[in-house]
């Protein structure tokens, strides 16, 4: 694909109007009321906390459907379609000065067919229209607003706007299509060409590039543009994104490779110390805006905290820090207390702002702070940083620390324990005064997909604690899904009450059958494989793109463009998941077609993989454990699901590990059990060792992956 070419092409037709763009913008919940309002339109009748939030306005909003864009087709108008989602403050804050504003309405409501979509219920639709924007603007974010001609295809793309801009931007584009309507409708034309062109995927061939080396020239190409004093990427701002980590410290596992697992290891460090990470309440914010992790935005997203549970606990297996330990206890007690609804799934996200101003729930000032700390204030101040030379808007505080514990017991003459009881009186009080203040607001869908890396987070959870109530959660969160996920046999993206059924999205298959293959593989329940198994291949019947080998996006063909999603975003690619998946499942079935299928949808990708890793560390990911030996490790015997949990709460990258306590005729299992005792299987391309009794004999057996250990960290 030759994206630099379309959007130099695209360019000087828009560089006019993007002088006009703010270039603030939410970075990659209301319900109704017996108060009276001047204007109410057709998002009243939504379920969508962001939709709702302008049900009010005096735009005639109408959510996305085909009757809105049958209308427009009909009437020869203008598309608007406007993206966000509840807790993005920059789309709070143009709903605010902009869409409440009568006199915008009135130029919208006259010229335009003006359309409100919630990204998180419809991620295709913002896949598509922020492709769109990225290929006009060369960035992209939220609010995300794009002008369409009837037929969808479009003619502007732009984030925030302040109610001059936007009323600017209406004027000028109305008088563009008005005026001269083939002009427009051809440079429409070259930007729906160039989302499709972004979506091409050559199909592989054969496997020859799948090797080592190509891993080695993708580190390569990442390496310098890494962080090396604050961790993650050198940017103005800083994002987690752990899917990223989690490929780092496989490599640098498999490897050895130390410059690798010392950049993982300072990031996680520097992330769990900023104030990215809630250290009252737990969990993780959004993203960073300095490179320091000290100040973020403020938004608490489900699969941010979802992910970086898992991120965390694995983690705490590698280096056993008691740091990472109490990041996933943390985040734990976050979720169950802030995100969980009553039927046992999670909901999606907390606004980043209350009484209108963001963060205001989470910062401190130091009169606060002395109120409820008293005689503990000094301490506190020096561990979280309470000096003018750090305060934040209005002289108040983010907690941080940026001295490592061991360093700060030292310096002011206590002891570990010491330290610990007072963190946890200090976080205890704090947290009771917070609870006092006007919450921020929920956005209370569940969303499949999200939740199913909550699943994958609670699983690495029990794997890393050994707490068996985190199994339990994660196997509760799965039954509330598939209760209130299915609709007639079919999968949705999303439920709340009164919701409508939105179809599932690839994302939603293959997170959801990935969960319950790790629920699988800790639980022994064969019915979670079988889970697995059928998501997978009604999956590969929904979303299969026999041309480029991959699988699309969405299930229906309504968009301007085709999606195949092959990069990774806030969440990991769902293509990427698949082929996982398919892998996975091959080893466990010695299917060799299905992982056929695994390694020539990464065959397409290694290009882009070593050109561009930052985005497709899942890809990297595959690679890893299809270029490095792969163990297939099988328990049998009645005491399997002990000797598993024994065996899962010790760190080996590329093992798939799985157990049965009964016998049975699965590939792995067939043959194996016996009343004599249990015994751990180890295999790799289908050949098994011979078994033995105990973990440390079964890690043995793994040769060189035995040194995939910290320097000083004991592991096993």
Excluded at 164 to 182: C, F, M, R
Aim: hydrophobic share 35%; net charge negative; charged share 25%.
């Amino acid at each position: 694909m030759n994206f630099s070419l379309t959007r130099s092409v695209l360019f000087p037709f828009v560089s006019v109007l993007s002088a006009l763009v703010l270039l603030a913008s939410c970075k990659e919940a209301s319900q109704n009321s017996t108060e009276e309002h001047p204007y109410t339109n057709a998002l009243i009748n939504e379920t969508s906390p962001y939709l709702l939030q302008h049900a009010h306005n005096p735009v005639d909003w109408r959510p996305w459907s085909q009757a809105a864009l049958d209308e427009a087709k009909e009437k020869k108008k203008l598309v608007l379609v406007s993206i966000g989602y509840s807790s993005c403050h920059w789309c709070h804050v143009m709903e605010e000065e902009t869409f409440a504003n009568d006199s915008i309405a009135k130029i919208m409501n006259e010229n335009f067919i003006n359309i409100k979509v919630d990204r998180e219920e419809r991620p295709d639709v913002d896949q598509i229209y922020m492709t769109a924007v990225q290929l006009m603007q060369g960035n992209g974010g939220w609010p995300l607003n794009v002008i369409t001609l009837p037929n969808g295809k479009p003619l502007y793309g732009g984030t925030y706007h302040t109610k001059e801009q936007w009323g600017q931007v209406l004027t000028e584009i109305s008088k563009l299509y008005n005026e001269d309507p083939a002009k427009a409708e051809e440079y429409s034309d070259m930007v729906a060409e160039g989302i499709q062109e972004v979506n091409l995927i050559s199909p592989a061939t054969d496997f020859e590039n799948l090797t080592q080396e190509a891993l080695t020239e993708s580190l390569t190409n990442w390496k310098p543009n890494w962080d090396t004093v604050w961790g993650g990427e050198k940017s103005m701002e800083k994002f987690m994104l752990p899917v990223n980590l989690d490929f780092l410290l496989d490599y640098a596992l498999l490897t050895d490779d130390s410059e690798v697992l010392q950049q993982v290891e300072l990031s996680l460090d520097k992330m769990a110390m900023g104030g990215i990470y809630d250290h009252v309440a737990g969990g993780f914010y959004r993203y960073s805006t300095d490179t320091e992790w000290k100040v973020p935005h403020f938004e608490k997203m489900l699969y941010d905290n979802g992910q970086m549970l898992s991120l965390y606990a694995k983690a705490y297996k590698v280096f056993r820090k008691e740091r990472y330990k109490d990041i996933v206890q943390g985040t734990i007690r976050f979720l169950e207390r802030e995100m969980k609804s009553p039927d046992g799934a999670y909901y999606a996200a907390l606004d980043a702002q209350s009484e209108g101003k963001e963060g205001k729930f989470y910062v401190w000032n130091e009169a606060e702070l002395k109120e409820v700390l008293t005689t503990d204030f000094e301490v506190f101040s020096a561990y979280y940083n309470i000096q003018k030379a750090n305060a934040w808007e209005d002289d108040t505080y983010v907690l941080h620390s940026t001295v490592a514990d061991s360093q700060f017991i030292t310096d002011h003459g206590l002891s570990a324990a010491q330290l610990s009881a007072l963190k946890a009186t200090w976080h205890e009080k704090l947290l009771q005064a917070r609870d006092k203040r006007i919450r921020p607001r929920t956005d209370d869908k569940i969303l499949i997909s999200w939740n199913a890396l909550v699943i994958n987070g609670y699983v690495d959870a029990y794997e890393a604690l050994g707490t068996e109530a985190y199994l339990e959660t994660a196997k509760n969160i799965l039954k509330s899904l598939k209760t209130n996920g299915y609709y007639n046999g079919e999968l949705g993206h999303s439920y709340k009450e009164d919701s409508k059924h939105i179809p599932a999205f690839l994302e939603d298959y293959s997170l959801l059958a990935n969960a319950a293959l790790n629920l699988y593989s800790v639980s022994l329940n064969p019915d979670y494989l079988k889970l697995a198994e059928d998501l997978t291949k009604t999956a590969q019947e929904k979303f299969k793109d026999p041309a480029s080998g991959m699988y699309r996006y969405n299930q229906g063909n309504e968009l301007i463009a085709q999606i195949i999603k092959t990069d990774d975003g806030v969440l990991p690619s769902p293509n990427a998941i698949m082929a996982q998946n398919l892998l996975l499942l091959g080893h466990i079935y010695y299917d060799k077609e299905a992982m056929k299928k695994a390694k020539t949808m990464l065959s397409s990708m290694v290009p882009v993989t070593k050109e561009n890793p930052y985005s497709y560390a899942k890809w990297n990911s595959l690679l890893l454990q299809s270029t490095y030996p792969f163990y297939e490790v099988a328990i049998v015997g009645k005491d399997a699901k002990s000797l598993l949990a024994a065996m899962s709460n010790q760190y080996v990258p590329n093992t798939l590990l799985v157990g049965s306590s009964v016998e049975s005729e699965l590939a792995l299992f067939e043959g194996r059990y016996t009343d004599e005792g249990t015994f751990i299987y180890v295999c790799r391309d289908h050949t098994c060792k011979l078994p033995v009794k105990t973990v440390n004999e079964a890690i043995a057996l793994f040769g060189g992956n035995k040194k995939r250990t910290p320097t000083n960290t004991p592991r096993f």
